[in-house]
């Protein structure tokens, strides 16, 4: 069987089968494993051997999911949390020392961007900010005390795209640690280790899950960073549980095929909206018109399921059409089934002041619509019609 393939590991990568031979992965609700004896115990708990101890450590279900998703992205080891946010926190309070410096897109995750700026400078670790616009000025936010250069891409909620290859070759230049959170894209269309990333990160909640049921995170990358990750997490408790552990590498057998429609979906809704006479501009990253359009073709394989768009009239315009939406959904998440519209200004990003907001590229009529697995012309009638009142 191979595994080489995409499709085929995520379906075909499975726990070892059980004495009653089934087909499908059972779930593993147990907190602990039990040991042959003291020597056994002793010898497991010194790591000299491999296996599970307690589920705050690892679980069969979590490693199942960790093994897709390490193969998924072509890295050597992972660790799965309980959500994306205690991915990140957990990745960067493992590797980081009170003095350190992080240098990071300033267009990133709402929650991302509160950690580095409210959180952490709590233990004396500092944040410089770069304009995604202006690659040019990271060489300049570099200094001695640097370790992590960290973006993601596509940005949320902007739709933008960062040249991974760029950063990865600055990161080795500067012998820094190149962070991507690659949530947006998911694996099955872009794999940052192939371009300098030393880890990735993903909020399994999005598009991983797909069906907006459960919260997960997971960082993989290079097994002695991992290392230190997974031994902070160890002690300090975000583990993913079992069950969602469960739900997610099912999921995963799913994720090319649901992500091929995502973006089937969403390349003909952008089409359709670039030419609407209600909106200013449309972003995603296949289409033509989109400022980074060569870099997308380059690093990814599909443009992704989220289309930004510009409302004509700003704040006011963009809240009456969300209140004139009829099937999509109103909700927070994104990578879910059903088609989701969000209004970041005065939601997901309304904790940023006004000049975070517009820096970080989120404008007062700027809609973010996630688009979902629905047949795309009534996604279109929903929209526009929408538009239209
Ligand atoms: C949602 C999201 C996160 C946080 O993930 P949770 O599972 O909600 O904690 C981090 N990064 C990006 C890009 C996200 O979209």
């Known amino acids: 069987m191979s595994e080489k393939n995409f499709e085929t590991g995520a379906i075909r990568k499975q726990l070892e089968r059980s004495q009653y031979q089934e087909h499908t992965t059972p779930l593993y609700v147990t907190s602990s494993f039990i040991f042959e004896d003291a020597e056994d115990m002793r010898a497991s708990f ?13 679980n069969p279900n979590t490693s199942e999911f960790v093994d897709k998703v390490v193969q998924m992205e072509g890295a050597e080891d992972g660790y799965a949390f309980a959500t ?3 991915a990140v926190f957990s990745t960067f309070a493992a590797l980081l020392n009170s003095g350190d410096h992080i240098v990071s897109a300033r267009s990133i995750f709402g929650s991302t961007h509160t950690l580095f700026t409210k959180y952490f400078p709590k233990w004396n670790i500092e944040t410089s900010y770069f304009d995604i616009h202006n690659l040019a000025e990271i ?6 005390s640097t370790k992590i250069l960290y973006a993601e891409s596509p940005t949320n909620p902007g739709v933008d795209i960062i040249d991974l290859e760029l950063l990865g070759a600055i990161a080795k230049k500067y012998n820094l640690l190149l962070v991507i959170d690659n949530c947006f894209a998911t694996p099955y269309i ?15 909640t999005k598009l991983m899950d797909g069906q907006g049921r459960v919260l997960g995170g997971i960082v993989v990358g290079k097994s002695d960073l991992i290392k230190e990750i997974y031994l902070f997490s160890r002690n300090t408790g975000p583990a993913l549980s079992p069950f969602n552990a469960w739900i997610l590498s099912k999921s995963l057998e799913t994720l090319a095929v649901r992500v091929e429609k995502h973006c089937e979906n969403a390349l003909k809704l952008a089409e359709f909206l670039e030419n609407h006479s209600k909106i200013s501009t449309v972003k995603y990253p296949f289409l033509k018109s989109h400022p980074q359009f060569k870099i997308a073709q380059k690093q990814m394989k599909l443009g992704g399921n989220i289309v930004a768009v510009e409302v004509k009239g ?8 969300l209140n004139s939406i009829k099937m999509c959904s109103l909700s927070a998440n994104l990578g879910d ?10 939601t997901t990003h309304s904790k940023l002041s006004e000049e975070e907001q517009l820096a970080a590229g989120i404008t007062p009529g700027l809609v973010r619509i996630s688009v979902g697995l629905e047949h795309v012309n009534d996604i279109i009638k929903d929209i526009n019609q929408a538009l239209n009142s």
């Open 46 to 58: 010194s790591e000299e051997k491999q296996r599970n101890i307690y589920s705050r450590f690892s």
């Open 84 to 86: 994306g946010m205690a």
């Open 139 to 144: 060489e300049n936010l570099i200094k001695p």
């Open 190 to 204: 872009q794999q940052p280790i192939k371009f300098g990333a030393d880890l990735v990160i993903h909020s399994a």
């Open 314 to 321: 700003g704040l006011e315009k963009g809240k009456q059409f």
């Open 337 to 346: 089934t059903r088609t989701i519209v969000t209004h970041p200004a005065s």
